[in-house]
Nanobody, 127 residues
Framework: QVQLVESGGGLVQAGGSLRLSCSASGRTFRSIMGWFRQAPGKEREFVSAIGWSGISWNIGAQYYADSVKGRFTISRDNAKNTVYLQMNSLKPEDTAVYYC????????????????WGQGTQVTVSS
């Protein structure tokens, strides 16, 4: 079993920045970590994903949704089992609950293929 705990959400003005963290614990786990978000009345959508370690072609691989490219940066600290999402130039449309997710195997943007999920952290961007 893998537990994921997100932190770092909050209220920020448009143009501001936040850094989300996702701490993973439980059994040894080396795999894909992703960030998703869900705004009120909308479906959960992919934000970003990163390869963890172990499989060479996964290391460093990063994916971003078009809506966040150039503004968000995903990174990971393997020693701390933590993944970060640095969010810059935030827009009101970035307002959502942000979820951390994990899976084994290949990187994918499909939320249904992620096995483990955190409880989510609220990000609110005011205009």
């Amino acid at each position: 079993q893998v537990q994921l705990v997100e932190s770092g959400g909050g209220l920020v003005q448009a143009g501001g920045s936040l850094r989300l963290s996702c701490s993973a614990s439980g059994r040894t786990f080396r795999s894909i970590m992703g960030w998703f978000r869900q705004a009120p009345g909308k479906e959960r959508e992919f934000v970003s994903a990163i390869g963890w370690s172990g499989i060479s072609w996964n290391i460093g691989a990063q994916y971003y949704a078009d809506s966040v490219k150039g503004r968000f940066t995903i990174s990971r600290d393997n020693a701390k089992n933590t993944v970060y999402l640095q969010m810059n130039s935030l827009k009101p449309e970035d307002t959502a609950v942000y979820y951390c997710a994990a899976k084994e195997g290949a990187i994918t943007t499909a939320s249904s293929l992620y096995t483990y999920w955190g409880q989510g952290t609220q990000v609110t961007v005011s205009s």
